[in-house]
C-alpha cells in the first residue's frame, strides 16, 4: 500500500505510472554507480600516491550499486538499463577520452565534482519522497558521496592553480551535458515526485560550494556553475 507522509502528498509506488519511470530513474542511479565504481578504479591507476583510498571509494560505489538494485526489486520494477547507458554515454566518453590523455584533473572534474554533485542533489530530493525501503538505503548511499566529493575537493584544492585552466575548460566541456541530462529525465522524476527546478537548485549549491572550496572565486564560481544552462 502506498505509504501516507505529512510532509508529502501520497504517492502510489506500485502505480503503473509510477513503476514505468521508477524503471529509468532507478536504471540511471544504478548505471551511474557503476559507472563510478570503474571511473575510482581508473583513478586509482593515475593517482597511485592515493590508490587504496580511491579503491575504498570505488567499493563503496559498488555497494551503493547494490542498494539501488534492492530498490527495484523491492517494487518489482525491471530497470531500463539500455537508456541508462544511452543516458551516461557522453560523460562517460569524456572520462574515458581524459583517461587515455591523463588528464586527472579532468576526471576528478567529471566524476568527484559534477556526477557526485549531480547524486547528491537527486538523492537529497529523493529521500523526502522515496518508498520506506528505498529511503533507508538512500540516506546510507548519500553520506558517502559527500565523502567522495569531499576527495575530488581536497585534491584539486592542494594542485588548485596548476590545475585550473584545465577545470574550466572540463566545466565548459561537460557540464552543459549535466543540464541536458537533467532535461531528459526532469519528466520521469516529476513522476516520482522530485521537481527539477529543486535538482537544478541543489546541484548548484552543492556544485558551488565545492568550487568555492577548492580555491575559486565568487565570480568564477557564477559563470562556472550557470555554464550552459538553459531552460
Ligand atoms: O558517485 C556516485 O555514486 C554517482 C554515480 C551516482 C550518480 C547518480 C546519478 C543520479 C542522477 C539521477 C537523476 C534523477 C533525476
Ligand atoms: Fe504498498
Ligand atoms: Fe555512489
Ligand atoms: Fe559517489
Known sequence: MPQLEASSPAIDFHSDVYK???SRIN??????????????????EMLTESKEELIRLAKMENRHKKGFEAC?????????????QKF???LHQNFQDAAKEGKVVTCLLIQSLIIECFAIAAYNIYIPV??????????????DEYS???????WLKAHFEKSKAELEQANKQNLPL??????EV???????????????EDFMIAYGEALSNIGFSTGEIMRMSAYGLTG
Open 20 to 22: 514505468d519511470a521508477y
Open 27 to 44: 536504471a540511471i542511479v544504478i548505471e551511474g554507480e557503476q559507472e563510478a565504481n570503474d571511473n575510482y578504479i581508473q583513478l586509482a
Open 72 to 84: 527495484g526489486k523491492n517494487l518489482n520494477v525491471m530497470p531500463d538499463m539500455e537508456f541508462a
Open 88 to 90: 551516461f554515454a557522453k
Open 130 to 143: 522515496a518508498d520506506p525501503f528505498a529511503r533507508k538505503i538512500t540516506e546510507g548511499v548519500v553520506k
Open 148 to 154: 567522495h566529493l569531499n576527495f575530488g575537493e581536497k
Open 178 to 183: 549535466v543540464w541536458k541530462m537533467l532535461n
Open 186 to 200: 526532469a519528466k520521469d522524476a516529476r513522476t516520482l515526485a522530485m521537481e527539477k527546478e529543486a535538482l537544478v
